[in-house]
């Protein structure tokens, strides 16, 4: 015991019990001992003494407050779910090591945070006084603090973390809004991370849609914007089809005052339009077999009670109102019309189709192909065969000799009316109007026509789970996706991609809709799954720069331009296409300062024409040609005019070059045109991207003296010439073009002129001292130059004998030669610093190889005067 007893007075007995040592109630809070008091005894020793009975000491040690309250943990944690009040969120737990009630009790708690939607209890009890949003605000910090009885509060407060999670929503996580997609990456997918969360309901399958929106793009989809003849070509079909609705131009017309889109191939008509198709355009005979095709889009029928509404009528101009043959809309049915003529037979025969398709009244865009093989005609909506629901016989037409007018947009009401005028009005839209007559299409060819560049795809298909099915429609803009797995589901989802082939889409966004349906395990009500509402975002492509280069201006004689085959106008003409790109993004202010990378790339064109400058051609004198065998195997055609030269088709650069390469100018009479000025100019796209004008210039070389002109000609420019011979047996084009002498070269040409005639004086009579010898060596001359100066005329004396024209004449003596170059040596040297100026616009000299001339290599330099006019 920590206690001891000491007596203060013996005599009294005064005693007194103390602390040996300080007592502390935490290590014990009360004593109980028995104390004893003994007297002094007899005798001297103390012998013999007395002790008292027992008495029972009971001490309690009484409490200082010294400590404060701790908690029990350093930091406390939960979770609640935003939208509710709770009672108690967590309780939090403090402790005081003091030994008496009074300070050893927690007698309060407080939150020392401030500004929070929290409150606590004197147990420690934490609830929220607000329901809390997972949106506003993820997780909470607070800080609490606790108080013994006697006031004294913890040294550290404690951290209380509160997490609020959102209600479980049952629908498709981890998704982005926005997918962005890049021209020429490929299937690029949209969903990468999506799974679906369904708050542990018990699902057995999820039906799943995507689709993709692109109906308000063009025909309702990133389909290339080239012309129809151009698509029908490329497909495969069958040459021959008419274009009812071209784009306007000169030559086609009727289309112009039609309403017309943002796209110029596509023509709406609102009730109160229609055209008339020339004469001449479609056969009036169709025969038992021809195919129409269109696009067409088209709604509900206006008013109460829908009339027909013709997309193509063929009926009589004047006097009656006959039918003939038509396609016409009908509450939501298409109608095909076909009448036949009693001469053709009389019998009783189908005469009216009808189809009744929800497609018709949709509002959206629809490819449509009706094959005609009479008495069978079937549609392809979409490249879907559709069999007549209804067929109506009738008897044949009365034969007349009334002319028959064909019309789009509406019928042409020629008689029991006081005025012809249109009727039976169009609402909606169409496009790539067409028919065949005399052929049908096939289904590879009418798929072809109406692929879409764009749609759904799914990546590795064979890694999708066992229970998976998956189905796409005809576009490939809907793909729907089934499971009873909702990680197969999951997986699946992941792979959905988005792809568009086209080198140069259509830039702006392709809205996504994803919609899903969960059937649950013997549940009256299963989860709902939210649609998703995303979209693609399809950038601008590098647009293409196309340039056309080549020999700008050149002159010939005239003699060359009169010849059969003309001149050559675009020997070297080169197309190519460069796209600007960077190879990393970089800030404005340093965009002038960073290199641009110019990166030649590969496409199609659609046109090129070369037009004529100024006056058109006078078809009694001058033309452009071209063989059309160098259109073979090409998916190119062309068409002549007197305003120029058109080659249209879908095709390679190279291709194009290759044609335009060929065409040739003629001018049969030259002696009223001195030059003739031409543009070239390509198109890809239907006119999207455009390339420079390339402006050609061609001289026409003429003289008093066109023997004069032609020798100037062709001694002006041997150096060239001899250099040119040296080309390459296979090469193709040995065409040289030079460029047009300016005035101050012509003065200075003809100023040599008068030295170079006295030449041409000495080379005649050399040749015609020599004519009958040539013959005889031809064999022996072998291993020189050919010299080919076809284009080259010498007037002769008519009084002087001569053979037949077009023999060809050969020199014979080398003497002879060597004196005409001596002679021409001597005559250039004399003016060499006024040819040291015109080297660069001296003229090249064609070298053109007659089909019936056999030009061989031989000893010394040939003459050939095959052409010469005596």
């Known amino acids: 015991m920590p206690f001891e007893a000491v007596v203060l007075n013996k005599t009294s007995g005064e005693g007194r019990l103390r602390a040996k040592s300080p007592v502390d109630c935490e290590l014990q809070k009360e004593y109980t001992f028995i104390i004893q008091a003994y007297d002094c005894g007899s005798g001297p020793g103390g012998r013999n003494w007395k002790k008292s009975h027992k008495a029972v000491v009971h001490i309690q040690v009484k409490d200082v407050n010294e400590f404060s309250p701790a908690f029990k943990e350093s ?54 006084t607000e329901k809390l949003n997972y949106d506003s605000q993820h997780q909470y910090e607070i800080k609490v603090t606790a108080f013994d009885c006697g006031q004294k509060h913890a040294t550290e407060d404690v951290l209380v973390r509160v997490n609020v999670k959102p209600v479980c929503k049952p629908g498709w996580q981890d ?41 308000y793009i063009g025909k309702g989809c990133d389909r290339e914007t080239y012309s129809e003849k151009s698509l029908q070509k490329l497909c495969g079909a069958s040459s021959g089809a008419i274009d009812l609705l071209p784009s306007p131009s000169a030559t086609t017309n009727w289309t112009a005052g039609l309403l017309m889109d943002n796209n110029d191939m596509i023509f709406k008509f609102d009730g109160k339009q229609g055209a008339k198709i ?318 641009v990378a110019l990166e030649e790339m590969l496409h199609n064109l659609d046109f090129c024409d070369v037009l004529v400058i100024g006056t058109e051609l006078d078809p009694e004198q001058e033309c452009l040609e071209l063989d059309h065998v160098e259109l073979q195997g090409k998916h190119l055609d062309a068409t002549n005019s007197t305003a120029g030269y058109s080659v249209y088709g879908v095709d390679s650069m190279n291709n194009y070059e290759q044609v335009l390469r060929q065409i040739r100018y003629r001018n049969w009479d030259t002696s009223a045109t001195f030059d003739r000025k031409f543009r070239v100019k390509c198109s890809e796209l239907n006119g999207r991207y455009t390339s420079n004008e390339f402006n050609l210039e061609v001289n026409i070389l003429h003289s008093s003296n066109s023997n004069f002109m032609d020798h100037v000609n062709h001694m002006i420019v041997q150096p060239q010439f001899l250099q040119s011979v040296h080309r390459p047996e296979g090469s193709t084009g040995a065409v040289h073009n030079s460029v047009v002498p300016s005035v101050a070269t012509i003065v200075i040409i003809i100023c040599v002129s008068i030295l170079i005639f006295i030449i041409t004086l000495g080379v005649y009579r050399i040749r015609t001292a020599h004519q009958h010898s040539s013959a005889d060596n031809e064999g022996s001359k072998e291993n020189e130059m050919d010299w080919d100066d076809s284009a080259l005329t010498i007037t002769v004396n008519p009084m002087e004998k001569y053979e037949k024209p077009h023999q060809t004449e050969e020199e014979s003596d080398e003497e002879d030669i060597e004196d005409e170059e001596e002679d021409t040596t001597s005559a250039e040297s004399d003016e060499s610093e006024e040819e040291e100026e015109d080297e660069e616009e001296e003229e090249e000299v064609i070298v053109q190889k007659r089909d019936k001339q056999k030009v061989t290599r031989q000893e010394q330099l040939e003459w050939d005067d095959s052409t010469l006019p005596y």
């Open 278 to 595: 020339p004469d001449g355009i479609v056969p009036k005979n169709l025969t038992d077999q021809f195919t129409i095709t269109l696009w067409m889009k088209h709604g509900p029928s206006p008013g109460l009670r829908a009339e027909k509404e013709t997309i193509l009528c063929n009926s009589d101009k004047t006097e009656m109102n006959r039918h003939h043959y038509a396609l016409y809309v009908h509450n939501c049915r298409l109608v095909f019309l076909l009448r036949k003529d009693f001469d053709q037979a009389d019998t009783f025969r189908p005469a009216e189709f009808h189809w009744k398709l929800d497609q018709i009244c949709d509002k959206e865009w629809h490819y449509y192909v009706v094959n005609v093989e009479f008495p069978v005609v079937t549609l392809y909506m979409d490249g879907t065969t559709y069999e007549p629901y209804l067929v109506t016989n009738d008897w044949p037409i009365h034969p007349s000799h009334i002319a028959m007018q064909l019309t789009v947009g509406a019928c042409w009401q020629g008689g029991e009316v006081t005025k012809p005028r249109f009727a039976q009005y169009f609402h909606g839209s169409l496009a790539s109007l067409t028919i065949r007559p005399g052929k049908i299409e096939s289904q590879k060819v009418i798929s072809c026509l109406q692929a879409c560049k764009e749609g759904l795809d799914i990546n590795s298909l064979e890694s999708l789970g066992q229970g998976i099915k998956y189905h796409f429609n005809p576009s490939q803009s809907v793909l729907v996706v089934e499971g009873d797995d909702i990680e197969n589901i999951n997986q699946a989802l992941r792979k959905v991609s988005y792809i568009n082939s086209r080198q140069f889409p259509t830039a702006g966004v392709r809205r996504l809709k994803v919609s899903s349906k969960v059937q649950c395990f013997g549940e009256d009500v299963c989860i709902s799954i939210p649609d998703i509402d995303a979209y693609v975002m399809v950038f601008q492509a590098n647009e293409p720069k196309i340039t056309i280069s080549g020999t700008d201006h050149f002159a010939r004689p005239a003699a060359q331009f009169e010849n059969e085959r003309g001149v050559t106008l675009l020997p070297d003409i080169k197309i190519v296409s460069t796209v600007t790109k960077m190879e990393h993004p970089v800030e404005e202010h340093d965009r002038a300062n960073k290199p």
């Open 75 to 128: 930091v406390y944690k939960a979770t609640v779910t935003e939208g509710k009040i709770y009672d108690s969120i967590l309780q939090v737990e403090a402790i005081d090591e003091d030994c008496s009630p009074q300070y050893s009790q927690i007698c309060n708690y407080e939150i020392v945070t401030t500004d929070v939607p929290f409150a606590i209890d004197r147990n420690g009890n934490i609830r929220n």
């Open 175 to 215: 998704w982005n809004k926005r997918i962005e997609y890049k021209p020429g990456s490929g299937s690029k997918p949209l969903f990468p991370s999506i799974h679906l969360e369904t708050c542990d309901g018990p699902v057995s399958s999820v039906h799943t849609t995507i689709e993709l929106h692109t109906n």
